[in-house]
């Protein structure tokens, strides 16, 4: 094994490293792309980096060697969408696709060589996920999630109505799920909110019932 085979080993390690450890903390977080995915996707865009550049080098030609790791950052945007969940209006795993897109540019980096950056990339990108984590939570502190569901007749301004009530409380809305009978016409919107330990549910049960096209709440 030569010095070059030494280098492209040293590289690809490196990357599987590296993107390993964005995806232990997405594999820590329960999240539907853990470490091996997070591990092979950086693997497979170095060696598709390492691939470019070799084919740059072969015979003397003068190809482009970001051509076909151009393809990489447009392709992994399939492998996101799977990683990303759809519940009526609320979404999850955002986070996680940005990871593996990011853990793919990293995988491109370590491959020309660029290992500087991609090592500070994924110290960044940890310190996105695990710190500000903590960052949130801390200031989210002190409130609960609580869970709404109103029952009512199918309209389309109900949900802002209760966004809006909602907003008056200096309560924040997170998700929002609809599930429409279309067959009775009628409208379940499901809300999760984050609330204060001593905010009024009895108060805002109430003026969610007041709602002309509500026949039914139940707060969780």
Do not use: Y
Not at 81 to 108: E, F, Q, Y
């Amino acid at each position: 094994m030569d010095s070059a085979d030494i280098q492209m080993a040293g590289r690809l390690c490196l990357a599987g490293l590296l993107g390993g450890l964005v995806g232990l903390e997405r594999e820590i977080s329960s999240q539907p792309a853990g470490l091996r995915t997070h591990m092979i996707v950086a693997l497979g865009s170095c060696l598709i980096m390492l691939v470019s550049i070799h084919m740059s080098d072969l015979n003397g030609t003068k190809a482009d060697p970001g051509r076909i790791a151009a393809q990489v950052v447009a392709g992994v945007g399939f492998l996101g969408a799977g990683a990303i969940m759809r519940s009526g209006l609320s979404v999850r795993g955002l986070t996680t696709a940005a990871c593996l897109w990011t853990v793919a540019a990293i995988g491109l980096a370590v491959g020309c060589g660029f290992w500087r950056a991609a090592v500070v990339t994924t110290g960044l990108t940890l310190t996105a996920t695990v710190v500000f984590q903590k960052v949130e939570r801390r200031f989210t502190k002190g409130k609960s999630i609580r869970k709404f569901v109103v029952q009512a007749k199918d309209s389309p301004t109900l949900v802002a109505r209760l966004e809006e009530i909602m907003h008056r409380a200096g309560i924040g809305v997170r998700e929002v799920d609809l599930q429409r009978n279309l067959v009775d016409k009628k409208l379940q919107v499901s809300i999760t909110a984050s609330c204060a330990q001593d905010a009024d549910m009895d108060h805002l049960s109430r003026e969610f019932s007041a709602l002309p096209d509500v026949e039914r709440v139940e707060i969780d």
